[in-house]
């Protein structure tokens, strides 16, 4: 047997051994009942060993456009640090974050991990995701696009521009930049159906006024970049019923198999006290918030859709096995 052969074989033995660590991990809601579009699973490990390598190429390719566009890192980050950690502080900043969860968060590994849990999830090719992405895990928003690509299924995003500390807070450099930069690269298609400002009401009302001008400003430019819409919302509520919205629209009558919600927007999380109780990793499709300030999560879940929540991400990593 050559050793090229051997050292193929050891790796898919440890990619499998990953594999099984990971879902055995799980306490989670088990997915849909035998969903269709079955594979193998050593294809299933290829397309995430390829999501990964994805995740890769974008984070150098991220490091190289803030190098070139002279981005300074902030001082407390490390050479090793993430490109995909921003600034702790910038006027684009609406909340506090854990640096720590920010690390955690920007491991390539991340996109293997989703690409396989989702297929146990029942994603298959042509399966319609719908997300809400912030800009406080800009990597996460890269692992997942990277993800339901290697699965060919059809991601439906709604991005904000603002981010919490240590996100992606840097202008020129929000998730709605970074997305327009990638796309223009060739590393992901485009994700992003709409933009909003984010923030309080969704709508950047935590900001200073000169702060959420910038934040129009660069909504309004990336929008334009990725033919996305734009939200505007005259109110919390009015920004979850728009987002509904945008994803019946772009879903065209194909049934929403999962959504995905990453960091802590008020829309998806909405602003009722059965907020705080929804916890990370896979949520199942029943009703838990029956009040008007319920946020896209619980109205998705009211007409039978599961959500991934992406939140406590350290004990996510630790329970998944992401690999730092």
Same mark, same amino acid.
């Given at each position: 047997?050559?050793?090229?052969?051997?050292?193929?074989?050891?790796?898919?033995?440890?990619?499998?051994?990953?594999?099984?660590?990971?879902?055995?991990?799980?306490?989670?809601?088990?997915?849909?009942?035998?969903?269709?579009?079955?594979?193998?699973?050593?294809?299933?490990?290829?397309?995430?060993?390829?999501?990964?390598?994805?995740?890769?190429?974008?984070?150098?390719?991220?490091?190289?456009?803030?190098?070139?566009?002279?981005?300074?890192?902030?001082?407390?980050?490390?050479?090793?640090?993430?490109?995909?950690?921003?600034?702790?502080?910038?006027?684009?900043?609406?909340? @506090?974050?854990?640096?720590? &969860?920010? $690390?955690?968060?920007?491991?390539?590994?991340? %996109? #293997?991990?989703?690409? *396989?849990? +989702? =297929?146990?999830?029942?994603?298959?090719?042509?399966?319609?995701?719908?997300?809400?992405?912030?800009?406080?895990?800009?990597?996460?928003?890269?692992?997942?696009?990277?993800?339901?690509?290697?699965?060919?299924?059809?991601?439906?995003?709604?991005?904000?521009?603002?981010?919490?500390?240590?996100?992606?807070?840097?202008?020129?450099?929000?998730?709605?930049?970074?997305?327009?930069?990638?796309?223009?690269?060739?590393?992901?298609?485009?994700?992003?159906?709409?933009?909003?400002?984010?923030?309080?009401?969704?709508?950047?009302?935590?900001?200073?006024?000169?702060?959420?001008?910038?934040?129009?400003?660069?909504?309004?430019?990336?929008?334009?970049?990725?033919?996305?819409?734009?939200?505007?919302?005259?109110? @919390?509520?009015?920004?979850? &019923?728009? $987002?509904?919205?945008?994803?019946?629209?772009? %879903? #065209?009558?194909?049934? *929403?198999? +999962? =959504?995905?919600?990453?960091?802590?927007?008020?829309?998806?999380?909405?602003?009722?006290?059965?907020?705080?109780?929804?916890?990370?990793?896979?949520?199942?499709?029943?009703?838990?918030?029956?009040?008007?300030?319920?946020?896209?999560?619980?109205?998705?879940?009211?007409?039978?859709?599961?959500?991934?929540?992406?939140?406590?991400?350290?004990?996510?990593?630790?329970?998944?096995?992401?690999?730092?």
């Amino acid at each position: 047997m050559s050793k090229t052969l051997l050292v193929a074989m050891s790796a898919l033995t440890l990619a499998a051994a990953l594999l099984a660590g990971t879902m055995a991990r799980s306490r989670e809601w088990p997915g849909l009942a035998a969903p269709s579009g079955r594979i193998a699973e050593t294809e299933l490990l290829h397309k995430a060993a390829g999501a990964g390598i994805l995740a890769r190429q974008a984070e150098d390719c991220l490091r190289r456009m803030k190098l070139a566009a002279g981005v300074a890192r902030d001082p407390a980050l490390g050479a090793a640090d993430s490109a995909w950690i921003g600034a702790e502080l910038t006027p684009l900043v609406t909340t @506090l974050g854990s640096l720590e &969860a920010k $690390r955690a968060s920007s491991s390539p590994d991340w %996109a #293997r991990v989703l690409t *396989i849990r +989702l =297929y146990h999830h029942g994603v298959r090719s042509g399966s319609v995701v719908a997300a809400g992405y912030s800009g406080s895990f800009p990597a996460l928003n890269l692992a997942l696009a990277a993800a339901c690509q290697a699965l060919g299924a059809d991601l439906i995003a709604i991005t904000s521009v603002t981010a919490s500390t240590w996100g992606a807070t840097q202008p020129g450099f929000t998730w709605p930049e970074i997305e327009v930069r990638l796309v223009q690269e060739g590393i992901i298609r485009r994700v992003s159906a709409a933009v909003t400002a984010g923030g309080q009401g969704d709508a950047a009302l935590d900001l200073e006024p000169e702060a959420r001008l910038l934040a129009w400003k660069i909504l309004e430019s990336c929008a334009l970049a990725l033919g996305a819409q734009i939200i505007a919302p005259s109110s @919390l509520q009015d920004s979850i &019923a728009e $987002r509904l919205r945008i994803y019946r629209e772009h %879903a #065209r009558d194909r049934r *929403i198999v +999962l =959504y995905v919600n990453i960091g802590g927007t008020e829309a998806s999380m909405g602003a009722s006290a059965a907020s705080f109780r929804i916890r990370s990793g896979f949520i199942p499709p029943e009703p838990f918030d029956l009040s008007p300030e319920r946020g896209v999560i619980a109205r998705l879940a009211d007409r039978g859709v599961p959500t991934l929540s992406l939140l406590n991400i350290e004990d996510l990593a630790f329970r998944w096995g992401v690999l730092r």
